[in-house]
């Protein structure tokens, strides 16, 4: 069992940043594939960025949208993974979620993830 909790939205400006945290419960976090995923009003829930366990290689994968402006990463001794969102943009507005899958396979479709976050608030402003 992996209990995920995420914490850091709230209301930014176009071009502003602002960094997520997901803390995670759980004896299998260090071998987890960790994803952000996010899911706006009236949209299905998409794939944003994952990570894989840090002794596979620690490997990251983005959607194209974030690309060059969002980085994630993961402190295994603090059971923590990040999101780093920079020149953020309004049609980045939407719930975010923490989600984790054990070890590898697939990272982007939601239903390769077994445990999954509550969810934080970001709003972008114009």
């Known amino acids: 069992q992996v209990q995920l909790v995420e914490s850091g939205g709230g209301l930014v400006q176009a071009g502003g940043s602002l960094r997520l945290s997901c803390a995670a419960s759980?004896?299998?976090?260090?071998?987890?594939?960790m994803g952000w995923f996010r899911q706006a009003p009236g949209k299905e829930r998409e794939f944003v960025a994952a990570?894989?366990?840090?002794?596979?290689?620690?490997?990251?994968y983005y959607a194209d949208p974030v690309k060059g402006r969002f980085a994630i990463s993961r402190n295994d001794a603090k059971n923590t993974v990040y999101l780093q969102m920079n020149s953020l943009k309004p049609e980045d507005t939407a719930v975010y979620y923490c989600?984790?899958?054990?070890?590898?396979?697939?990272?982007?479709?939601?239903?390769?993830?077994?445990?999954w976050g509550q969810g934080t608030q970001v709003t972008v402003s114009s």
């Open positions: 989600a984790a899958r054990p070890y590898s396979g697939s990272y982007s479709p939601p239903s390769a993830y077994d445990y």
């Open positions: 759980g004896r299998t976090f260090s071998s987890s594939t």
């Open positions: 990570i894989r366990w840090s002794w596979r290689g620690g490997d990251t």
